[in-house]
């Protein structure tokens, strides 16, 4: 089984900056696009940030300029710096991975259980 755990969410004031992480662990041969979404409260879940195994990045049109992703292959971890935050950032903030878990085998998404985000005015 392949697991993501996400860390680094947290409580900060509005204009600061927190750094999440997620580790992907357990078995897997490789990883392909990685990535984050989040949910605030009463909305839909969106995708934030993605960056493929290759190392091409997309974002969200509200987080282009604050947030950079960037990942690690050599430990199968997926970043996110998010700085000037504002309160319409608070949310949930999910970690997913497309996973290939055995050789000649096909990928699949994985998510981490999330990461609470809290932005105060």
């Known amino acids: 089984q392949a697991q993501l755990v996400e860390s680094g969410g947290g409580l900060v004031q509005a204009g600061g900056s927190l750094r999440l992480s997620c580790l992907a662990s357990?078995?897997?041969?490789?990883?392909?696009?990685m990535g984050w979404d989040r949910r605030a409260p009463g909305k839909q879940r969106e995708l934030v940030a993605r960056v493929s195994l290759s190392g091409a990045t997309n974002y969200a049109d509200s987080v282009k300029g604050r947030f950079t992703i960037s990942r690690d292959n050599t430990k199968g971890t997926v970043y996110l710096q998010m700085n000037s935050l504002a309160p319409e950032d608070t949310a949930e903030y999910y970690c997913?991975?497309?996973?290939?878990?055995?050789?000649?085998?096909?990928?699949?998404?994985?998510w981490g259980q999330g990461t609470r985000v809290t932005v105060s005015s």
């Open positions: 997913f991975a497309n996973i290939q878990r055995h050789y000649s085998g096909d990928y699949s998404d994985y």
């Open positions: 357990g078995t897997l041969v490789s990883i392909r696009d």
